[in-house]
């Protein structure tokens, strides 16, 4: 183990608006903004988990308008905010809050990470990132893979080169996007395949050679809002003119030098409400329970109730039950997802409730 | 169609106290006092249902000391009640109902029913009454019968000796009790077979013969209690010392003359929650929503909500959702009779909900 790196930063993308977690998370409270566990919200465990790695002086959050004031509430006042004055990805968002560092910090080395996404064990996922931003510092960008546990279809897979290890990580070959069923399951069966989950760490000057190389209009851009000092104006002119690009297809898959380490961490990117399996301790039916419940003969079910309402079941399977003060959810565990098509009802019924 | 018949009584039986439609129902508000449709509960409408066959002057609801002040702020004034201090099952009840109306009035006709029972053709059901009253006043003990439309086991059966008409009736081969699977089969391809709903229409002097003939020490205190006047101290005294007893097992079984009346008349006993089937218009995908809902390819469901609270259904198939205030129950539609684990873990754990 090495000592922790002062010089790392770190950005936290925390522009969400998924309605994949309603009725909990909604417009105006995001799926970052919602507690799963106990008290803290997801972007405050986010933080956390980045203790005695990432002093929060060094911790920016880049979210919409909107978002900042709830988040800000959260996470205290010594978290610094950028704010995108509209969504294009995570292409612009991480340029401009890794420009944005590096106006004030010399080529500072930048870890970047989803707001809402869960990590059961932290200390193993500091160490992981200590590993990168060594790796960061020797040129390379630098992504955690996460060990995949089953043949994923929903996630991008980074293959990596177990012929060229640096430090504790590998040289990456390529990125892949989603895969099928099949490409799913070769890619768990060779082994040198990982999860992409969207955390990176490089040097600014690192990813801005990317960018110039790769996407020079965005280079432009940032060089505009950089001679602005960055302020709120010159931000809301420049940003919005950016191509909507996310990091992945706009700057790594092109780049030069990539090497990724893997991290066998207990990551989850609680994607939906069946996801919950993945973050919470179940009980001897492999349940789901959190709030006043009382479960009779149920089985392999996530009861999530937010109210002193008693949610009570019996003979239940596979379902997935969540009660809000004003929304009562029933969903199969299997079709989580079709959350979506309520969303999408709701926003011709009745948008009150989203 | 005949006239009304002027000297018809009723006993109204409202002394249950089940917890099959928990949380709806609870024990301070049992399923008869319950509104399953508008704003009028199921004892009302089986009074409503009476109308114009017999005045609410001649109607009597049987039912425990707890329960008559609830229930007479239902049904009104006009309504008498006959006081039961303990449940002794149906055959106490009905005799010392019985006794009651008949120490006022000459040998009256006197017709039982349920009081939480469903009937979709209250007009049909008038008409099997009046058939069933003309029959009684000829002496038998007359019951309607239902037309089978499923091979049911939760219910006993009439069996009938379709060579022994009288009037719209026939004469009563024998009383069977619930069946297996294979028998109820057996009896709905017989054709001679109906469903007991537990509604019987008799003069009181037919009944009193079977009493004293088959169980003479209830004729005894009933004897007693008509000494007293039927006053409450008296009923304290010696109805608890009946012998607790079903009318079908204790006279019905066992009684000389004895006819029943078909009737297809869209009855049912709403025993459970799946039962809401049989009561309520389903929409096109065979739900029954009830209150504020939005339902996504959702099918052979029950949505049964008594709050303003949103339920949200996607992709869901034979579930019982069921929301009050304090309450939201999930169990599939094949296992709604669980709800009595539910009611039973409760009574060990938290009998407030109770």
Not at 178 to 205: C, H, Q, T
Request: aromatic letters at 8%; glycine letters at 6%; proline letters at 6%.
């Amino acid at each position: 183990m090495h000592s922790t790196d002062p010089s790392l930063f770190a950005l936290v993308l925390a522009g969400g608006s998924g309605t994949r977690f309603w009725p909990l998370s909604r417009r105006a409270r995001p799926k970052q903004l919602m507690a799963l566990q106990g008290e803290r919200s997801l972007v405050e465990r986010t933080i956390d988990r980045l203790e005695g790695l990432v002093p929060d002086e060094r911790i920016h959050i880049v979210c919409g308008p909107d978002h900042v004031e709830p988040t800000q509430k959260l996470v205290g006042e010594k978290i610094g905010f950028v704010v995108e004055p509209c969504a294009r990805n995570t292409g612009p968002a991480i340029a401009l809050g890794s420009a944005v560092v590096a106006h004030h910090y010399k080529d500072p080395t930048i870890a970047v990470f989803p707001s809402d996404h869960y990590v059961r064990n932290p200390e193993d996922f500091r160490a992981r990132l200590e590993a990168a931003s060594r790796i960061a510092d020797e040129g390379y960008i630098v992504t955690l893979g996460i060990e995949p546990t089953r043949p994923e279809t929903g996630f991008g897979y980074i293959q990596y080169r177990g012929d060229q290890p640096i430090d504790e990580g590998y040289v990456v070959e390529r990125f892949h996007e989603k895969p099928d069923a099949d490409k799913a399951m070769r890619y768990l069966d060779e082994g040198n395949y990982l999860w992409n989950a969207g955390i990176f760490v490089f040097k600014a000057s690192s990813l801005r050679a990317e960018i110039e190389r790769q996407r020079p209009a965005l280079a432009a851009r940032l060089d505009t809002m950089a001679a602005g000092d960055f302020e709120r104006e010159i931000i809301e002119q420049e940003f919005p003119r950016c191509e909507n690009i996310s990091i992945d297809y706009g700057m790594m898959e092109g780049a030069e030098r990539v090497a990724v380490v893997p991290a066998a961490v207990g990551w989850s990117d609680v994607g939906h409400w069946a996801a919950l399996h993945e973050v919470f301790e179940t009980d001897e039916h492999a349940n789901v329970v959190q709030g006043n419940a009382i479960t009779v003969d149920t089985r392999e079910s996530v009861i999530f109730n937010k109210t002193d309402t008693l949610v009570a079941t019996a003979s239940l399977e596979d379902t997935v039950v969540v009660v809000t003060d004003d929304v009562v959810l029933v969903v199969p565990r299997s079709k989580a997802q079709q959350v979506r098509a309520l969303v999408a009802a709701l926003e011709e019924r009745d948008p009150a409730y989203l």
